[in-house]
Structure formats: structure tokens, C-alpha cells
């Protein structure tokens, strides 16, 4: 029993799934500034329509910043809360001021590749160590992201 958390996890496994959520962590801090960024910026015939959705967008990473700063806490751990070691880990890399729409779009459907792939990974890991509620939080972003996947793919008609 020495070997399992305070949520009757084991805490290797634990700490191991608490890293990659660090990365996820890192990622979404990263895109959700870079949305920021899209929503102050945007310039253009979708100004309108592209303003709000980035908005939605990144009300939406909020809400999964936190969650996911929870979830390792929740794991035993602590979460980074520098933005420089953010930066550092993240799969997202800063976007450079960006008025564009399409380009904007495009660099959402990146981001949400690299974050659905990471997300798969944590899946794995947290099936693997027992973890409902990592595993059901994984899930339910997938699912949501892969259909704005699809709408914003729709969008910039790439699909």
C-alpha cells in the first residue's frame, strides 16, 4: 500500500502520467495565448465570424488550463506555473502576431493535432495505471477536439 497515492494510485505511474500532463499543461498555456493573440489580431473579411469563434476557443483552453493543473495536483504533484518553462515544453510553439484568418485556422488545426496526439498518449497511460478520471478527461477532450477538428477543417475547406 506504501506504493500507492492518496487516490490509491500507483505513484510511479502516477508521476510518470503527472509529466505528461505537464507537457499537456504547457501546450494548452501556449495555444491558449496564441488564441488570444488570433482574436486581438484578426483582421479581414471573417473578422466577425473568426473573432467570436476564437473567443469560444479560448474560454474553452481556460476551463482545460485549470482542470488540467488540477489533475496533477489531484495525481500528488505540483503544476509549472512559469510561463518561460511553458514555452520550453510545449508542443506548440508561439505563434508570431498573426491577422490572418486562414493562417490563424490553420495553426488551430495544428495545434489540435499535436494536443490530440498527446491526449491518445495519456489516454494509454492512464489506462494502463487505473486512472478513471485522468481517462475520462482525456476522452471527453478528445472527442470535443476532434470535432472542432472538423469544423474548423470545414471551414478553411480542408476536408
Known amino acids: ?9 500507483d505513484k510511479e ?13 504547457a501546450s494548452y ?11 486581438w489580431n484578426i483582421k479581414g473579411k471573417s473578422f466577425f465570424e473568426l473573432h467570436i469563434k476564437f473567443e ?3 474560454n474553452d483552453l481556460f476551463v482545460k488550463i485549470d482542470d488540467v493543473a ?25 505563434s508570431v502576431k498573426v491577422t490572418d484568418g486562414e493562417k490563424a485556422v490553420d495553426e488551430i488545426l495544428n495545434a489540435f493535432k499535436a494536443l490530440i496526439s498527446l ?3 495519456i489516454l494509454d497511460l492512464s489506462d494502463d495505471a487505473g486512472d478513471e478520471g485522468t481517462n475520462a478527461m482525456m476522452s471527453d477532450y ?10 474548423y477543417s470545414s471551414y478553411a475547406h480542408k476536408q
Do not use: A, C, D
Open 13 to 25: 505511474k502516477s508521476e510518470k502520467l503527472s509529466k505528461k500532463l505537464g507537457e499537456l499543461l
Open 1 to 9: 500500500m506504501s506504493n500507492l497515492n492518496n487516490i490509491g494510485l
Open 70 to 94: 488540477e489533475r496533477i495536483l489531484t495525481l500528488g504533484f505540483t503544476p509549472e506555473h512559469r510561463y518561460s518553462e511553458y514555452v520550453s515544453k510545449s508542443l506548440i510553439e508561439e
Open 29 to 39: 498555456t501556449v495555444f491558449y495565448q496564441n488564441t488570444r493573440g488570433y482574436h
Open 119 to 121: 491526449q491518445r498518449e
Open 56 to 58: 469560444e476557443l479560448y
Open 142 to 151: 478528445i472527442s470535443e477536439q476532434e470535432k472542432l477538428v472538423w469544423m
